[in-house]
């Protein structure tokens, strides 16, 4: 009798351990699988982005900026805002589509005229949006 008694309690406190802990094992798997869904949209969105990166080389009397697509995505219609024609002598494709891990160089030609620097926006489009920006402040000398 004495033995049934205990086997009674025995199952009843493993019935309450086994709910106790199958509720924390349903909770944490919850907050397993909300992560995952979070880092698959967040995989989506990079596969739909370009991500534009500048960099400039000076030489006497000429600089080559070199723009660079290191997203996922295309870089559609990359235009730059701040290089003026009438003093810098710009050798350039703009505006261009750039495929991922694809770069051109644009050449800029100082004159006496030019100024030892300049800021630039470079304004592109891709799968997730319109009108992406990075802004640079440039030294040509």
Known sequence: MITSILDFIKSG???FRYIKIGRKIDQQQLEINE????RLREEDIAKQQADILLILSNDEGVSNL????????IAKNIR????DS???DVNTTLP?????????EITITHTKDTPSSAHIVCIWD???SDGHKCERQLSFY
């Open 13 to 15: 406190f493993g019935l």
């Open 35 to 38: 992560l995952q869904l979070k």
């Open 66 to 73: 070199t723009i660079t697509n290191q997203g996922c995505a």
């Open 80 to 83: 730059i805002i701040g290089l």
């Open 86 to 88: 009438l003093l810098y």
């Open 96 to 104: 261009c589509d750039l495929l991922p891990n694809e770069e051109i």
């Open 126 to 128: 891709d799968e997730y």
